[in-house]
């Protein structure tokens, strides 16, 4: 099994559980990283960020690439539709600048 595919049913749990985590890339991977390791609370950042790999955290961009796909598979999944306004304008300006 990939670690992609190990990854996607903790980021729907999440996304199913805690709908904040639906609108904010950041407050999704904590969560998703909480639930690998329950006492992330009692670690600094400097030590999650540079032992992830030791503690068997996901990559931040598997999580987040994980979200829209199980939000276009789930649309219940979805943000509010600012959000994904918001999400739409960003996408462009992001081709705008990766093609400039």
Same mark, same amino acid.
């Given at each position: 099994?990939?670690?992609?595919? $190990?990854? @996607?049913?903790? +980021?729907?749990? +999440?996304? @199913?559980?805690?709908? /904040?985590?639906? %609108?904010?890339? =950041? *407050?999704? +991977?904590?969560? +998703? =990283?909480?639930? =690998?390791?329950?006492?992330?609370?009692? &670690?600094?950042?400097?030590?999650?960020? &540079?032992?992830?790999? @030791?503690?068997?955290?996901? /990559? =931040? %961009?598997?999580?987040? $690439?994980?979200?829209?796909? &199980?939000?276009?598979?789930?649309? %219940?999944?979805?943000?509010?539709? *600012?959000?994904?306004?918001? $999400?739409?304008?960003? @996408?462009?300006? /992001? $081709?705008? /600048? *990766? &093609?400039?």
């Amino acid at each position: 099994m990939s670690k992609c595919a $190990r990854v @996607e049913p903790i +980021v729907k749990k +999440v996304l @199913e559980e805690k709908p /904040y985590t639906r %609108e904010d890339d =950041f *407050a999704l +991977v904590y969560e +998703v =990283f909480k639930e =690998f390791l329950p006492n992330i609370d009692e &670690l600094s950042f400097q030590d999650i960020m &540079l032992n992830h790999k @030791e503690y068997g955290l996901p /990559y =931040f %961009e598997s999580v987040r $690439r994980t979200r829209p796909k &199980l939000q276009n598979k789930y649309p %219940e999944l979805l943000p509010p539709q *600012a959000v994904q306004e918001a $999400r739409k304008l960003e @996408e462009t300006d /992001y $081709r705008t /600048y *990766a &093609l400039s």
